[in-house]
């Protein structure tokens, strides 16, 4: 039962890559590429740590942290390019 | 079965991110589309049970790497500026 | 169009040789002899729980001394060529938002010591040297990034990083004086196996990488801040 | 008082590490509490964030209350989002408003914006001296003033006891 | 396992579903704000479900999958408030349903006020 | 439904992405894209390495409560290409930087970043 619904919610985080992924595509500025960039890291977060429910390994949960302090500070220093301040 | 389903989703957007890398006009765009695929490929490397080379990956490969592509895109862009 | 029908044709005779190389490839069932023996008696011999640190830091030491070589000449050449002339006073640049200033403060100690945490249990969980000094680099740079008044000293960062590196080497040697070869770790007692204080002298030898790559990628990051300011 | 923020930080530090451990065991208690004492000295003696901090009954009294309004505003707000993304007509009514803000330490601003961005439907674009610019996905009512006061203020009353 | 088992499981499948709606928002916002509301957020609280209900299946995991959720819950929105305030600096156009822009008045009456010298 | 391995598909993947790369290496002109397709070869390659060394139903190569110290060699993948992909990901961010230092001295000397404009070495 459990693993059937986590599974179901693995697919459907798979469904949003997906659609962040269009956003990606077409998206009119660098902004939104970085809007969708946080999009995605932040949803890896919680997929690994699914992951590590999967399997059974608690050591993975250590990448999703490194995930956490890298994707902020990606962010922010794109951000600092962005208006000219880095 | 949904494993092989999201690393082929995963797979999918690495290779639109590749193109992209390669192909868009706008440089910062293209940096940020290598920044997706070390991501995406070190979420892979957790499939692949290689917890160690996942964290290298995001990281140097994601983060570090991004970092100092920008820069020097910042770099590139100042003198372009002044001229 | 002839170049690119040239460069079409070595793309495909790229690719050619790669399926050729991969297309009889089957998923293996069993390690092959030299896995083997690094899974069997790896934890025995090094104690470290985490195979790849043993094979990184012990059975293949050498290697990583090149790679930390690699690293720091890297960083060197890059301080040599950016780091230019004169600073251009007046330069105008937009203040670094309040939220961003008070959260660094509270985040910078912690992503520290996540770093420390990653490099000091290379042994037991994923993780070590390379990473750690990573995590240390991009407190480095939230640092730069919030607080532009302070200035971060080039000589200190120098100074750990000369440190650690001799550190590192001096290690290597006393493993060929009291214990079997170059960087072998059992010098210092094995310890429980699983515990922090074990695996005799790899979470030393982590540290000491972990500081010097964590010195060398603030150095590269800072030499490239610094260049922008100078030129703006 | 310098001392009281590098204490807070010692605490706050070893805990991190302790659970990051997940042991307690004597070396990893005592190359934590170095660790912390070191980071604490070096990074903390400076900065003055963490003075501010009240530590009082009725603070954490406070802070379970503000953890509680907070909760709740975020998942009625994330429902409301949701609500107004997956609706076909796209009822929103955009807009950056300005309030003002009582608070003078700088981590209670810090968590008032924090806590006006992670709530969806309102965020902090920017904060010039005690004016939060805070931009609306859906401002209601014709006063504008008073909505973007009334959002500041949700938060405001709490974070003027534990932070002043 | 039990009921806490499945109780997560159902709260791990509701955060996936945020991440889905925020995915969906973020293609159909009109502007790049709305996009940085409805994206940036509805993932941090998705993503904070997710990590709450793998908590709660694996009781033996949750302080440190706590302090993973104070860690996204500290810097995240930080890091969107940086993006938005570089947006808005670079004049990224608000779209054409906003109806008020009390940043852009206060920035055009008072000249330059934020740009310091160093 | 009999769908292929991870592992077959990653490298596959890897090997996709390899060609992407040394496809934009040879045909890009500007250097800074060229050095962008440099570090997706560098990742496909980590990829392939990685994938090579991956075995079913096995896990990663770290003794914990999950896998017994004495039988780790029928439980764990194999730790070998882990460690070299370890270095190799180190070493390629150190080439990524000095290549990136290398194009903004040229920039600053001729003031552009297509490579057919830099003909003092041509005769």
Known sequence: MVEVILNIAMVIIGLSFLLVTVRFIIGETVVDRVVALDTLTVSTIGLIVMLAHFFGRVIYIDVSIVYGILSFIGVIIIAKYLEKSL | MSYTFIVII?????????????????????????????????????????????????????????????????????????? | MIRNSFLVLITAGMAWILLDAVSGYQSREYLNDLSGYYATSGPEE????????????????????????????????????????????????????????TASNVLIPVIFLIGVYIFLNGHLTPGG????????????ILWIMSQSGTKVSHSLLEITEAISGFGFVFLGLLGIILAGGFLDNTFLSLGTFGKLISAGA??????????????????????????????? | MKIKGIIVVFFVLLAIWLILNGTADMPVVLIGAGLSLFLSLVLCSKCSVFNEIRISFRALVYTFMYLGVFISELVKSNFDVARRVLSPA??????????????????????????????????????????????????????????????????????????? | MGYLGILGALITLTGALFILFAAVGLLRMPDIYNRIQAGTKATTLGSMLTLLGIGLIHPAWLLKIALLI????????????????????????????????????????????????? | MNLPGIEYLSLGLGIVLFLAGLWGIIHQKNIIKIIISFSVLDTSIHLILVSIGYMR??????IDSAVSKTDAA??????????????????GVGITALMLTYALKLFNEKGTLEIDKFKSLKW
């Open chain 2, 10 to 83: 995963m797979g999918i957007i690495m290779l639109v991110m590749a193109f992209t890398a390669i192909y868009h006009k706008n440089l910062k765009v293209a940096v940020i589309a290598s920044g997706i695929i070390s991501l995406f490929a070190s979420v892979i490397y957790i499939f692949l049970a290689a917890p160690d080379v996942a964290i290298t990956e995001a990281a140097i490969g994601s983060a570090l790497t991004v970092v100092i592509f920008f820069y020097v895109l910042n770099k590139i862009r100042l003198t372009d500026d002044t001229k």
């Open chain 3, 46 to 101: 090094t104690g470290a729980a985490n195979l790849v640190t043993a094979v990184v830091v012990t059975y293949r030491g050498l290697d990583t001394l090149g790679e930390v070589t690699i690293l720091f000449l890297t960083a060197t050449i890059i301080g040599f060529m950016l780091r230019t002339s004169k600073r251009r006073e007046g330069s105008v640049r937009r203040a670094t938002s309040e939220v961003l200033v």
């Open chain 3, 129 to 140: 040297g390379f990473q750690g000094g990573a995590v240390l680099a991009s407190a480095m």
């Open chain 3, 202 to 232: 790899i979470p030393v030898i982590y540290s000491l990488i972990g500081l010097k790559v964590g010195a060398e990628l603030s150095n590269i990051i800072l030499v490239m801040n610094e260049t922008q300011e100078a030129e703006q």
């Open chain 4, 90 to 164: 796209l009822p929103i009514n955009p807009g950056i408003v300005k309030a003002e803000t009582r608070l003078k330490s700088r981590m209670g601003r810090m968590i008032l914006a924090n806590s006006i961005t992670l709530t969806p439907g309102t965020f902090t674009i920017d904060v010039i001296g005690d004016t939060f610019y805070i931009h609306c996905v859906h401002i209601e009512g014709d006063d504008t003033e008073k909505y973007a006061q009334s959002i500041v203020r949700k938060f405001e009353k709490y974070l003027e006891v534990l932070y002043g």
């Open chain 5, 70 to 118: 104070i860690f996204v819950f500290v810097s995240n929105p930080v890091s969107s408030h940086v993006l938005g305030r570089a947006a808005h600096h670079i004049r990224v156009p608000l779209s054409s349903r906003t109806v008020k822009d009390q940043l852009a008045e206060s920035e055009s009456s008072s000249t330059n006020e934020q740009e310091v010298s160093e």
């Open chain 6, 57 to 62: 139903n096995r896990t990663a190569p770290i």
């Open chain 6, 74 to 91: 029928s439980q764990v993948v194999d730790p070998l290409p882990q460690a070299l992909v370890l270095t190799a990901i180190v070493i």
